[in-house]
C-alpha cells in the first residue's frame, strides 16, 4: 500500500527566511506525488507534482521539491518565507489503479513570522 | 474556465438531520471525487465517479451516505441521518483524465457542523 508521512506537523518560520516541509513516501512502484495548499477557508491548491520527469520539480510561488528516490523523500522547499505563505500543506500521493485515488498526509501547518 | 464550485459552503445541522452536499465538476472533467477531513484526522477519500457511474465507493463510511450523478455533469452527497462523527470539511474534486498522473482540482469544500 502507498503511503505519505510529514514529518512535521508545525513549522514556524520568519519572513524572508527559507522554508522546508518534510515528507517520506512509501510506494511499491514509481509513485505520483503532490503538495497541495491549503490557505484559510479557502480549497485546496496544487502547488506542485512529481511524475517522473525531473526529480527536481518547480511550483508555483516559489516553491520547489526534490523527489530522492534512494530516500524516500519529496521534501518542498522555497528559499524566503512570505507572509502569504501561512497555510496547510499536504504531501499527497496518487494509488494508482482504476480510481487513482490520493492518499494525503496528516498535513503540515506553516506559520511566517513578520 | 470556472472551477469546482460546492455548496452549501457551510451547514450546521442536529443529529438525526439530513444534508445534501453538492459539487458542480469543472466542465469535460469525467472524473469526480469526493474526500472528507473529520476534525484532527488526515484528508481520506470517499468515492470516485467516471461520469455517472460510481468506479469506487470504498471509502464511504457507512449506508447513511448517498452519493449520485445524476446525467454525469454535477454531483451530490447526502448525508441521512447525520450523526456527530459525520462533522468535517467535505471536499470534491474533478480530473479530466484517469491517470495517476493527472491533476485533480479540488473545490472549496462544504463545512459541515453536526450538533
Known amino acids: 500500500a502507498q503511503s505519505v508521512t510529514q514529518l512535521d506537523s508545525h513549522v514556524s518560520v520568519s519572513e524572508g527566511t527559507p522554508v522546508l516541509l518534510r515528507c517520506n513516501y512509501s510506494s511499491s512502484y514509481s509513485p505520483s506525488l503532490f503538495w497541495y495548499v491549503q490557505h484559510p477557508n479557502k480549497g485546496l491548491q496544487l502547488l506542485l507534482k512529481y511524475t517522473s520527469a525531473a526529480t527536481l520539480v518547480k511550483g508555483i510561488n516559489g516553491f520547489e521539491a526534490e523527489f530522492k528516490k534512494s530516500e524516500t523523500s519529496f521534501h518542498l522547499t522555497k528559499p524566503s518565507a512570505h507572509m502569504s505563505d501561512a497555510a496547510e500543506y499536504f504531501c499527497?500521493?496518487?494509488?494508482?489503479?482504476?480510481?487513482?485515488?490520493?492518499?494525503f498526509g496528516t498535513g503540515t501547518l506553516l506559520a511566517v513570522q513578520p | 474556465e470556472a472551477g469546482v464550485t460546492q455548496f452549501p459552503s457551510h451547514s450546521v445541522i442536529e443529529k438525526g438531520q439530513t444534508v445534501t452536499l453538492r459539487c458542480d465538476p469543472i466542465?469535460?472533467?469525467?472524473?469526480l471525487y469526493w474526500y472528507r477531513r473529520v476534525m484532527g484526522k488526515e484528508i481520506k477519500f470517499l468515492l470516485h465517479?467516471?461520469?455517472?457511474?460510481?468506479?469506487?465507493e470504498s471509502g464511504m463510511p457507512n449506508n447513511r451516505f448517498l452519493a449520485e450523478r445524476t446525467g454525469g455533469t454535477y454531483s451530490t452527497l447526502k448525508v441521512q441521518p447525520a450523526e456527530l462523527e459525520d462533522s468535517g470539511v467535505y471536499f470534491c474534486?474533478?480530473?479530466?483524465?484517469?491517470?495517476?498522473?493527472?491533476?485533480?482540482?479540488f473545490g472549496p469544500g462544504t463545512r459541515l457542523l453536526v450538533l
Open positions: 465517479f467516471v461520469k455517472e457511474s460510481k468506479q469506487d
Open positions: 474534486a474533478s480530473s479530466h483524465y484517469q491517470a495517476s498522473r493527472e491533476t485533480q482540482y
Open positions: 499527497v500521493v496518487s494509488e494508482r489503479g482504476a480510481t487513482n485515488k490520493l492518499i
Open positions: 466542465s469535460g472533467h469525467d472524473n
